[in-house]
């Protein structure tokens, strides 16, 4: 690890994520430092499981822990602005899992926050953070491929189709774009030179009224162009393509990829890239994020995040799809 300060962790949510940052931390040789979760037993059961010397009883309590460095929130989407405030507030800096706000107004709200008390704040979305992303782009900014034309995303999961699941709730922030959706437009926004400044969709709501299919369109001033398609109710392969006037690069399951392939338009020969390991994506994420907070180098594309924020905002605006914190 290049940062040589032992930061103390606290994990506010103890759900998948949370076990992944803990075995994380674990494999750095490091481990979470506490827990705070809405409930305390499910907190001191999560403590217990990895060794963690810390439980607070009111979860409000770890922001005013003055040992606490960072905070990793994984909470459900909603509840991320609340937490936001106090943890930049208290001057933690914090680790948000996507989407890390509801809207760009309340991702303004908070970068102001960061901003007035010189914390690190940044979204957890991993592909900002595997090699393989890294890689591609040395690739890409050496100009052998030539100039970008089009992306093509896929993203489909098979959601059981239980109105009362987290998925498709409004008041837990469901649908498919803040869940899903964001992971295809962070890749495009990797890619493309220039944000998009057009985007145009259509959008399938499901019957609670979130976005449970959508196909989106995108362009930017550049004359870059790509295409999203997500669903919540049907699986297809985690795809991306990006296809440039000298060759294309494919990724499956990109959002923990470590593997793609580039064929060139010439001659039909292929190049394997191969970058990273999928199973330390969260550690990718910790590393990357200590060293923002120590000041080596801040390579949480907090821009970029803002930008996606900003498209999505835009969407659910188009689709009149808002949610009961937003009313």
């Known amino acids: 690890m290049t940062a040589q300060v032992n930061y103390k962790w606290a994990t506010l949510g103890t759900g998948v994520i949370a076990n992944e940052l803990a075995q994380a931390l674990e494999a750095m040789g490091s481990k979470l430092y506490s827990v705070a979760n809405r409930t305390y037993d ?36 909603n509840t991320h602005i609340t937490y936001l405030r106090k943890a930049l507030a208290a001057g933690k800096h914090v680790l948000c899992e996507k989407s890390i706000t509801l809207n760009s107004q309340e991702l303004e709200e908070a970068i102001q926050l960061a901003e007035e008390n010189k914390v690190v704040l940044a979204e957890a979305m991993t592909i900002f953070h595997m090699p393989i992303y890294r890689g591609l782009a040395e690739i890409v900014q050496s100009g052998k491929l030539g100039q970008l034309k089009m992306i093509q995303m896929n993203f489909g999961s098979y959601k059981d ?42 959008v399938k709501l499901a019957p609670t009224g979130v976005d449970e299919q959508v196909g989106i369109l995108l362009s930017n001033d550049a004359g870059e162009m790509a295409t999203i398609a997500l669903t919540l109710h049907a699986k297809q392969p985690k795809r991306g393509t990006i296809a440039y006037d000298k060759g294309y690069i494919e990724l499956y399951e990109y959002p923990r990829g470590q593997k793609a392939v580039i064929t060139y ?34 390579t949480m594309h907090l821009a970029y995040t803002r930008d996606v924020m900003a498209i999505m905002t835009k969407l659910r605006q188009d689709w009149g799809l808002i949610y009961p914190e937003e009313e």
Do not use: C
């Not at 217990?48 to 905070?71: A, H, L, T």
């Not at 109105?163 to 437009?185: C, E, H, P, Q, W």
């Not at 001659?267 to 191969?274: K, L, N, V």
């Open 161 to 202: 189709y239980d109105m009362t699941n987290r998925f498709f709730n409004k008041k837990l922030a469901g649908g498919a774009l803040l869940d899903i959706g964001v992971y295809a437009l962070s890749f495009v926004r990797w890619f493309m030179s220039e944000t998009p400044t057009q985007v145009v969709s259509q």
């Open 42 to 77: 499910k907190g001191l059961a999560f403590a217990q499981k990895y060794g963690i010397e810390k439980v607070y009883q009111e979860i409000d309590e770890v922001f005013e822990d003055p040992e606490v460095d960072i905070i990793y929130i994984s909470t459900p989407h």
């Open 265 to 298: 338009t010439e001659d039909g020969s292929q190049e394997i890239i191969e970058a990273g390991e999928t199973a330390r994506a969260l550690s990718y994420e910790v590393e990357d994020m200590e060293k923002a907070v120590a000041g080596h180098e801040n």
